[in-house]
């Protein structure tokens, strides 16, 4: 999975994290679920007392993770990243099908990876944030 198309796709998804200019990129965590023509991401900033949910550039950033997704060698596919930023650096964590349990919720998991990352602090979501409640 690591060809140079590979490389140049998870930098430009640090790149596109990068353009939120209120919050720096250190301590970012993007969490998506990606498919074949779907992407669900989330993306969190690790603040003092709390995580910050910031709402992502859908098109941009969805286009991104499908061509990322799209780049995959092989017959086997992973349905989830975790592109983390600290230290300067980042790490993509990719989770397979296997990985993930077909009965949790995706906003459950989400709301169960993100402590993983930052640990437990309340998460704060956009006042106008809702969830779609939808089913994969």
């Known amino acids: 999975m690591a060809d140079a198309n590979f490389e140049e796709l998870l930098t430009e998804v640090g790149q596109l994290l ?7 990129l250190e301590d970012t965590l993007l969490h998506a679920i990606v498919h ?11 603040l003092d007392d709390h995580i910050l949910n ?5 098109d941009r950033l969805g286009d991104a993770l499908l061509d ?6 092989g017959d086997e596919r992973w349905e989830e990243i975790h592109y983390v930023v600290r230290s ?11 990985e993930i349990d077909a009965d949790e919720e995706p906003i459950d ?3 169960r990876i ?5 640990g437990n602090k309340p998460i704060i979501y956009p006042p106008d944030h809702e969830d779609d409640g939808f089913d994969l």
């Open 88 to 98: 300067g650096r980042f790490e993509a964590i990719f989770v397979y099908p296997e």
């Open 18 to 24: 990068a353009e939120d200019s209120e919050y720096p």
């Open 36 to 46: 074949r023509a779907f992407v669900s991401p989330s993306i969190y900033k690790n």
């Open 114 to 118: 993100v402590p993983q990352y930052f």
């Open 109 to 111: 998991r989400r709301e």
């Open 54 to 58: 910031r709402d992502p550039d859908l």
């Open 68 to 73: 990322l997704w799209e780049a995959q060698e």
